[in-house]
């Protein structure tokens, strides 16, 4: 089995995720090729065959082009797989590639089995498990479902990939960041987040205490942003920031797999939760059961005393 991995670099640096899709081969025992659009300054520690495509040339993100480079590699390789990471690039690019090539594509795979693909559905609340019915593939993997596995050292062997045809309807503008002035999670050492667990909006007070009474920020789970109780620039997870604080206190937070990828990474992580089986009890390093409600203020008195 072959595998074709599309890298990412996002203004001229090669993104972690590189070493997640290594992490995907390395369950799959298959032979692995990379695909990257970008600078020659910023590769992969990757003991393979790369394909490396000049982003001075083809541009940081033009799906018609891109699409084309993965296309000529694909012609090269007759790869079975062809794997991206769930990112707006890979979700953009991938179904253009399975479309092009009329093969199945697997969207958000979250585990493998048996050579059938687990996927996630229905906001993570269900897995769904699907074969492809044709004999190669489309993939795209969800963020932090599988381990990096970033070898120790290793130079890729550069195969410089061209394109004639770089007509495109489509022209990228540049990049905006969206994220609120005077929030930025990814520098806060303690991090209290609320979760649906909380109950209403009413109760996010009770939560900004603990943070405040431990000198750290108020982060939130998605279903805590989508409902409007708190904004966007608080959401951890893959749709919001990727933090690392010293300590994380999770209150009312299931576990999402698309949470967990944004948080997991914490030196210490504290779980509050009513359920001793929520699935963040595997990266807690404490999990308290309790009711949130009754549990934070006793928590935040005695922080304060
Ligand atoms: P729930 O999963 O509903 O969990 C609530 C938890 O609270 C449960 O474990 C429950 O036992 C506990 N609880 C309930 N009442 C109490 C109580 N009184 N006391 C204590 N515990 C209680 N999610 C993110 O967080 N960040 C993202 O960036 C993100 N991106 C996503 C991207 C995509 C493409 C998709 C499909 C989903 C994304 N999600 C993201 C959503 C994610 O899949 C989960 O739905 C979400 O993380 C769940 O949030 P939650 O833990 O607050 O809620």
Redesign the pocket.
């Known amino acids: 089995m072959k595998t074709l991995l599309i890298a990412e670099q996002r203004q001229g640096k090669l993104l972690d995720s590189t070493y997640e899709l290594l992490g995907f081969t390395g369950r799959l025992n298959s032979e692995t090729v990379m695909l990257l659009v970008g600078s020659k300054d910023s590769l992969p520690v990757y003991p393979g065959k790369l394909y490396l495509a000049d982003v001075a040339k083809y541009g940081e993100y033009n799906p018609d082009v891109h699409k084309r480079l993965i296309l000529e590699a694909v012609q090269k390789e007759n790869p079975d797989l062809i794997v991206f990471l ?1 990112s707006s690039y890979g979700w953009d690019l991938a179904p253009r590639v399975a479309a092009a090539m009329k093969l199945a594509q697997l969207s ?1 795979v979250v585990d493998l089995a048996d050579g059938q693909y687990e996927l ?1 559905c229905l ?3 269900m897995h769904r498990i699907v074969a492809p019915k044709t004999s190669k593939a489309v993939v795209t993997i969800q963020a932090g479902a599988f381990p990096t596995a970033k070898p120790a050292q290793g130079t890729p062997q550069v195969e410089m990939l061209e394109v004639s045809d770089t007509a495109s309807k489509i022209e990228f503008g540049g990049y905006e960041t969206t994220q609120k002035e005077g929030l930025d999670l990814t520098r806060a050492e303690v991090i209290v987040s ?6 209403k909006k009413e109760n996010i007070p009770i939560v900004a205490a603990l943070a405040k009474a431990l000198g750290g920020e108020l982060g ?5 942003v989508d409902a409007g109780w708190l904004d966007h620039s608080h ?6 920031q990727t933090v690392h604080p010293k300590l994380y206190v999770a ?9 967990l ?2 948080m997991k990474k914490s030196d210490f992580i504290v779980a ?4 001793k089986d ?1 699935p ?1 009890g595997a990266v807690a390093d404490v999990l308290v059961i ?4 009754q ?1 934070v203020p006793v928590l935040t008195d005695r922080l304060q005393k």
């Open positions: 769930h958000e996630s906001n993570a609340k609320a979760g649906r667990g909380i109950g939130a789970t998605r279903p805590v959401q951890v997870g893959t749709t919001g209150c009312g937070i299931s576990g999402a797999i698309q949470h990828a944004g509050i939760n009513k359920d929520a963040i309790a009711d949130v409600v549990f």
